[in-house]
Structures are given as structure tokens and as C-alpha cells.
Nanobody, 115 residues
């Protein structure tokens, strides 16, 4: 019922920046919280950032001060601005929403940070 399409991943050097985007479509009425998760190889998927429809934000300790979530409600899009990237940030990044007791995930976008 909800489709999420991500973009913006890529390869950057340590200290560089990327901006990820996720566009929601389908049955998107009344979606409040949109999330960014990431998963490194062999690791558990972890919550990176959350943002509500009115702009309230929460971040994982590992990215505070470096990452910023934002959204454009008119375009049903959430962003993740990633600055001062570290090799430890290398992972597949996913956007996520929960609606009507169902979790919806984007396809994931690869972020690779080299030394």
C-alpha cells in the first residue's frame, strides 16, 4: 500500500557529504513518522534518524552533529543530509514508515565511505 523509492547513495571519501532522498507514494495519507535505518554487512539494522510530519527529529548517538533529517511534506519526501562522513558510516541505508500496523521499506541505497 506504500511504496518508498530511495536515491542519493554513492562513494565518497572520509569527511565528504551525501544527501539521501526517499519519496513515498501509494496510501500515504496520515503518515507521521519517517525513519532512516542502515545496515552494514553482518550487522543488525539500526535506526539512524526519525522525523515527524511537523519536523521533530531524533538521531542515533553515532550520527548526532553530522547528519540532519528533513522533509518536504508537499512532495512526500524525506531527506538525510550526511556530513563529515566516516568509514564506519558505510552501509546500505533504508527509509521506513509504519502504517496500519505494517512496516514499509525502501529498496536501500549503498553508501560507501573510503579512507
Amino acid at each position: 500500500q506504500v511504496q518508498l523509492v530511495e536515491s542519493g547513495g554513492g562513494l565518497v571519501q572520509a569527511g565528504g557529504s551525501l544527501r539521501l532522498s526517499c519519496v513515498a507514494s501509494g496510501s500515504i495519507y496520515s503518515i507521521n513518522v519517517m525513519d532512516w535505518y542502515r545496515q552494514a554487512p553482518g550487522k543488525e539494522r539500526e535506526l539512524v534518524a526519525s522525523i515527524t510530519s511537523v519536523g521533530n527529529r531524533d538521531y542515533a548517538d553515532s550520527v548526532k552533529g553530522r547528519f540532519t533529517a528533513s522533509r518536504d511534506n508537499a512532495k512526500n519526501t524525506v531527506f538525510l543530509q550526511m556530513n563529515s562522513l566516516k568509514p564506519e558510516d558505510t552501509a546500505v541505508y533504508y527509509c521506513h514508515v509504519r502504517k496500519s500496523w505494517v512496516d514499509y521499506w525502501g529498496q536501500g541505497t549503498q553508501v560507501t565511505v573510503s579512507s
